[in-house]
């Protein structure tokens, strides 16, 4: 049975930083590709970032670019989200997710149960 478990959420200031960990077990990633999105309330579930999990090749949202960071730890099975330089539009639920397509934006086979973040002013 596959799990997916986001931690490192929470609350900081704007301009502040926060790194996200998501626990993956219950199979092999190797092949797949591992993301992260976002949900805001009010709003559709985004793309934030993901990796792949054999090569460490990223892929970034535009909103995000030049301030988040994924990378992921084979040995440890977890990937990780540094997030900085933080925005009050960036305050959402975080989920982590795994895909076992080859494309960056196809859909997710798997999915966390998210963590908050919350940037206030």
């Known amino acids: 049975q596959v799990q997916l478990v986001e931690s490192g959420g929470g609350l900081v200031q704007a301009g502040g930083s926060l790194r996200l960990s998501c626990a993956a077990s219950?199979?092999?990633?190797?092949?797949?590709?591992m993301g992260w999105f976002r949900q805001a309330p009010g709003k559709e579930r985004e793309f934030v970032a993901a990796?792949?999990?054999?090569?460490?090749?990223?892929y970034y949202a535009d909103s995000v670019k030049g301030r988040y960071t994924i990378s992921r730890d084979v040995a440890k099975n977890t990937t990780t989200l540094q997030m900085n330089s933080l925005k009050p539009e960036d305050t959402a639920v975080y989920y982590c997710?795994?895909?076992?397509?080859?494309?960056?934006?196809?859909?997710?086979?798997?999915w966390g149960q998210g963590t908050q973040v919350t940037v206030s002013s």
């Open positions: 990796i792949t999990w054999s090569g460490g090749n990223t």
């Open positions: 219950g199979r092999s990633f190797s092949g797949y590709i």
């Open positions: 997710a795994a895909s076992g397509s080859r494309y960056f934006l196809a859909p997710y086979d798997y």
